[in-house]
């Protein structure tokens, strides 16, 4: 659409096309959150830790990370950066994390173990587990339990470990690599598989 005033019309349009696009930049720097992004290269260098995988904890207002392999990180964003709040090493590398719906269980999963961490403790702690599960393809946390998805298999069980290091496998069989996803009940677990 071309703007004509009257007036200099090759000016007047010069004018209104940097206008629109002050008012693009303009609009487009306002609408970017406030906050930097997690994954930002700046503060990756500056603290050293490099995130393979970070949920957000909705029940805490927070973030959960794995990081270089075997650190768990509870990241708080209210100051506008990252910080850490809560770091614990883990036994072994992790493979996916879970967070139970209260926000209060964490689950990771690793090659034949599973560690608990317990966010609603004083202090807080963690706890590793063996499971019969070598490779994860979805970790879920309900009722206090750790659900895994095998990631290999025709025909496979689901792995459910409670927080006391007791382990079932439930009925239902599943392929291997299916996805594990929560109820909105928030107490059943299911694959669509």
């Known amino acids: 659409r071309v703007f004509r005033w009257g007036g200099n019309v090759s000016g007047q349009n010069a ?14 720097a306002a609408s970017k959150s406030s906050t930097r992004a997690i994954s930002s290269q700046a503060w990756l260098l500056e603290n050293a830790v490099e995130y393979n995988q970070i949920i957000f904890n909705p029940a805490k207002n927070n ?4 990081a270089n392999g075997d650190l768990f990180d509870v990241l708080d964003m ?25 926000g209060n269980l964490v689950a990771v999963a690793h090659n034949s173990y599973v ?17 019969p599960v070598v490779e994860t393809s979805s ?3 309900v009722s206090r ?43 059943w677990v299911y694959s669509p598989d």
């Open 115 to 131: 560690t608990f961490i317990v966010l609603s403790a004083t202090p807080p702690y963690s706890t590793t587990f063996t499971v």
């Open 145 to 187: 339990k750790a659900c895994l998805w095998p990631s290999h298999g025709q025909s496979t069980n689901v792995v459910c470990v409670s927080l006391d290091g007791d382990y079932e496998r439930c009925p239902a069989r599943v392929h291997g690599g299916a996805l594990a996803f929560l109820h909105p009940n928030r107490k």
């Open 15 to 28: 004018m209104n096309f940097f206008a629109v696009l002050l008012f693009l930049f303009a609009y487009s």
């Open 78 to 102: 209210s100051s506008g950066s990252p910080s850490i709040q809560l770091r614990f090493v883990l036994p072994l590398p992790g493979q996916m994390l879970a967070v139970s719906p209260d």
């Open 139 to 141: 970790i879920i946390v």
């Open 63 to 66: 973030f959960l990370a794995l």
